[in-house]
């Protein structure tokens, strides 16, 4: 499989936008186990996270990971997008941490109080982030998709469209864990709205940003009248 092959590039992309996303996912999983982490005994949700309580050290760490691993995958997406020689590995040192963490978490709240979600989202799509990667690694494949020979046209689209699907997960992720952070009638997933809100427009910002900025390059460089500019002369 060629590296510059349609396929392969759009493997890469695929890869790049998954690995942002799961790694969005998880920080904001992380900061949204800050209600069972710090106030379990919150009279709001007492009765579903009062159990958790007992164990309360340990969910100020899953909150801790969780930002860390987030943080973690957020790098790791930068270094795909460049094309760094240690992208691939510090992807699956991120996704497989984000994995033990994450099954750790659920196997401790199904114990203590029967149920999981919405740990059991972020863990499912960093499952599936790990079985994409560990797949781009099959030899034939691989040739193609080869994170390490340096950033492209494609990789910095790929960026700019993972950025702005961030921050439309980040303006929604309220409404999408409404069911299982809603309580009084009260959804605490909007608890931080107002920085969700601006996180959120400055990924897609910053996305758009990219893609403008790879576009206007591609017709540079496309331009036979800049190209003929370019060319040497003869005195």
Known sequence: MSHNSFFSKFLRAIGIILMALTAGFTILGGVGTGCAAFAPLNPDWADSMGPLAQMQWLYIFYVVAGVAIGIAGIRAVILLVKGDAKAYRETLIALLAGVVIGVIHILTSRMLRGKSMPVDAVVYTTVLTLVVFLLFRIPGIWQGVNFDKGAGENEN???????????????????????????????????????????????????????????????????????????????
């Open 157 to 235: 689209m790929a960026g700019g469209a993972a950025a702005i699907l961030v921050g439309l997960m980040t303006f929604s992720i309220q409404y999408a864990m409404a069911a299982t952070h809603t309580w009084s009638g009260i959804n605490y997933a909007g608890a931080f709205n107002l920085a969700l809100m601006v996180i959120g427009a400055g990924c897609v910002l910053f996305g758009c940003l990219i893609i403008v900025k790879v576009r206007r390059a591609s017709k540079k460089i496309g331009d036979p009248v800049l190209q003929a500019d370019r060319l040497p002369t003869t005195g």
